[in-house]
Nanobody, 123 residues
Framework: QVQLEESGGDLVQPGGSLRLSCAVDTGDLDYYAIGWFRQAPGKEREGVSCITTSDGSTYYADSVKGRFTISRDKAKNTVFMQMNNLKPDDTAVYYC????????????????WGQGTQVTVSS
């Protein structure tokens, strides 16, 4: 059974930084992609960043390029997303998800989801 658990969400001022973590238990799965998604109030869920287990390829939405960095600690089964220069528009519930297709691109999706962690950017 696949399980994901996010942590690290918090209230932060504009320009601040946060690091989100996603603890992953995928059982026997070896080939997949892990993505970070977010959903702001009244908006659809959107893909933010993604990393593959096959070769570590990454994808970032244009809105976060240069500010967010996704990484993976294979030994700890954890995926991180470092978020710098946060803006009020980054306020959302952030989810991690596993895509069994195994690749990262603009139409990223997920077959399994975590429960989400709240990020609020406000002064």
């Amino acid at each position: 059974q696949v399980q994901l658990e996010e942590s690290g969400g918090d209230l932060v001022q504009p320009g601040g930084s946060l690091r989100l973590s996603c603890a992953v238990d995928t059982g026997d799965l070896d080939y997949y992609a892990i993505g970070w998604f977010r959903q702001a109030p009244g908006k659809e869920r959107e893909g933010v960043s993604c990393i593959t287990t096959s070769d570590g390829s990454t994808y970032y939405a244009d809105s976060v390029k240069g500010r967010f960095t996704i990484s993976r600690d294979k030994a700890k089964n954890t995926v991180f997303m470092q978020m710098n220069n946060l803006k009020p528009d980054d306020t959302a519930v952030y989810y991690c998800g596993i895509d069994l297709r195994g690749f990262c691109r603009y139409d990223m999706g997920a077959d399994y989801w975590g429960q989400g962690t709240q990020v609020t950017v406000s002064s």
